[in-house]
């Protein structure tokens, strides 16, 4: 496929739609997953027990706060349960999800194709790769054009040989401290963007420097930061005035981690502090009174096996059916909330024209 015939359109696993077509969109969620890069074996030899037990009602006080030592929590890998829990969105209203696994978290094209025939629902894939732990070994000795040739095939030929082409570039993860890869991979995903038109989503340091270093060295390879999505920032507990800075720059602020407990939580040697759903509600009212609706993401990060309904979640309807009544009390109006959820997104994915500037810094 020429890059032309994607400009103006939205590209889902099976095919192009046009972007009215996309309706209420969550985007940044995972159907088929499995986050086993991130798995930390207890150290206790009760602990360890509990480790390699499947994730069910009777452990869930203990899964919740120790997802990444639950080997079992990690792995959304049962397509019949996605495709029941991504049906009970579309009940709710939903329309369209974005899915964040790309290489390294073990992406399935064709899932997500047979995912989206049996729902109905409209699946954006990413492209590219997640966080460097996840990593296969001959990354590190990539060129930056190589990694640019690699996404820019995925969006304009598929994955592989599925056919089956990516729509957003991403969830690119970058690590805390960053790993020697993570500036070529920044420096490659911006080409990348520039060539294919394609939207961009950064799953970011959890550091406030970081963060900022992070959209400096896209901004300086030529990114478009007003189709750029910075993951998490509900989630990795960044502080307002980071907040306000990434929003400064034109990318996109998603709150993508909707329903997740609030819970300190360790990850990358950090420890998180999640906010609350209200919290969350409360941060977007005051973006919105600060001039930035027209940035702002909301979605839920469903990557861990708790989070189905299934295994005593929300599940993926959780925005629409809990929370929108919560944006509503809270002041958000309805034309706000439909910008949030539908011409946000809208925006996002509608792919634009390439451009030829970019080569490699090296």
Request: glycine share 8%; aromatic share 6%.
């Given at each position: 496929m020429k890059q032309e015939h994607l400009v103006g359109k939205v590209q889902t696993v099976l095919g192009l739609i046009e972007p009215e077509s996309l309706g209420i969109t969550l985007p940044h969620e995972h159907l088929l997953t499995d986050l086993w890069c991130y798995f930390a074996e207890p150290v206790e030899a009760s602990e360890k027990?509990?480790?390699?037990?499947?994730?069910?009602?009777?452990?869930?006080?203990?899964?919740?706060?120790?997802?990444?030592?639950?080997?079992?929590?990690?792995?959304?890998?049962?397509?019949?349960?996605?495709?029941?829990?991504?049906?009970?969105?579309?009940?709710?209203?939903?329309?369209?999800?974005?899915?964040?696994?790309?290489?390294?978290?073990?992406?399935?094209?064709?899932?997500l194709v047979r995912i989206s025939r049996a729902t109905g629902l409209n699946i954006v894939m990413g492209a590219g790769y997640y966080i460097a732990i996840s990593h296969p070994p001959e990354v590190a000795d990539m060129a930056e054009d190589e990694i640019v040739e690699g996404i820019v095939r995925e969006v304009l030929e598929g994955v592989g040989d599925t056919g089956v082409c990516a729509?957003?570039?991403?969830?690119?993860?970058?690590?805390?401290?960053?790993?020697?890869?993570?500036?070529?991979?920044?420096?490659?995903?911006?080409?990348?963007?520039?060539?294919?038109?394609?939207?961009?989503?950064?799953?970011?340091?959890?550091?406030?420097d970081l963060l900022l270093a992070?959209?400096?060295?896209?901004?300086?390879?030529?990114?478009?930061?007003?189709?750029?999505?910075?993951?998490?920032?509900?989630?990795?507990g960044f502080s307002p005035a980071t907040r306000r800075k990434v929003a400064e720059t034109g990318c996109y602020i998603?709150?993508?981690?909707?329903?997740?407990?609030?819970?300190?939580?360790?990850?990358?040697?950090?420890?998180?502090?999640?906010?609350?759903?209200?919290?969350?509600?409360?941060?977007?009212?005051?973006?919105?009174?600060?001039?930035?609706?027209?940035?702002?993401?909301?979605?839920?990060?469903?990557?861990?096996?708790?989070?189905?309904?299934?295994?005593?979640?929300?599940g993926y309807a959780h925005i629409l059916r809990d929370m929108a009544p919560v944006m509503r009390v809270k002041g958000i109006t309805e034309e706000q909330i439909h910008t949030i959820l539908v011409e946000n997104p809208k925006r996002l994915l509608t792919f634009a024209p390439a451009t030829a500037w970019g080569k490699s810094a090296g």
């Open positions: 027990k509990k480790a390699y037990e499947p994730v069910g009602l009777e452990n869930l006080w203990w899964v919740k706060p120790h997802s990444l030592s639950s080997l079992d929590d990690l792995k959304m890998l049962d397509e019949q349960v996605a495709i029941k829990e991504a049906m009970m969105f579309k009940l709710a209203g939903g329309n369209s999800i974005v899915e964040m696994s790309n290489i390294g978290l073990c992406r399935d094209p064709l899932g729509g957003i570039i991403g969830e690119v993860g970058i690590s805390v401290p960053m790993d020697e890869t993570d500036p070529k991979m920044l420096r490659a995903v911006a080409r990348a963007q520039r060539l294919t038109g394609a939207p961009v989503n950064i799953h970011p340091s959890i550091d406030d992070i959209i400096e060295i896209l901004r300086d390879a030529g990114a478009d930061l007003n189709r750029t999505v910075i993951s998490h920032m509900d989630g990795f998603e709150y993508d981690t909707f329903g997740h407990p609030d819970i300190l939580t360790p990850l990358q040697g950090r420890i998180i502090n999640m906010p609350s759903d209200t919290q969350r509600v409360t941060d977007i009212v005051e973006l919105i009174g600060a001039g930035y609706l027209n940035q702002i993401l909301v979605s839920q990060d469903h990557c861990f096996k708790h989070c189905w309904a299934s295994y005593g979640g929300y």
